[in-house]
């Protein structure tokens, strides 16, 4: 079964941090370009960052630039997404994403597998 997993959401302060991760059974990660999308309650779905599939090549939601930082891990079949000084409008879902071309787009149509999601709270 082809499946994304996502872990490590959960509440923290702002300004705290948190990595969460994404991790793919049933089909590897080569080759693929890796998103995180995050909705918020009553707001659509917006991407936040996106890996290209050798990992050269980044890109971030104006927003999250220079707290947030995507990696992946091919040889664990993972994402990461770092979130450092956490602000309460990060707060939301967060899912992974991935379609199986080298290229990053910013469009959540064209992505053909996606996780289940994790919650993020930032709150005092």
């Known amino acids: 079964q082809l499946q994304l997993v996502e872990s490590g959401g959960g509440l923290v302060q702002p300004g705290g941090s948190l990595r969460i991760s994404c991790a793919a059974s049933g089909f590897t990660l080569d080759g693929t370009a890796i998103a995180w999308f995050r909705q918020a309650p009553g707001k659509e779905r917006e991407g936040v960052s996106c890996i290209t599939s050798g990992g050269g090549s980044t890109g971030y939601l104006d927003s999250v630039k220079g707290r947030f930082t995507i990696s992946r891990d091919n040889a664990k079949n993972t994402v990461y997404l770092q979130m450092n000084s956490l602000d309460p409008e990060d707060t939301a879902v967060y899912y992974c994403?991935?379609?199986?071309?080298?290229?990053?787009?910013?469009?959540?149509?064209?992505?053909?597998?996606w996780g289940q999601g994790t919650q993020v709270t930032v709150s005092s």
């Open positions: 994403a991935a379609r199986p071309v080298t290229r990053c787009v910013s469009s959540d149509k064209a992505y053909t597998y």
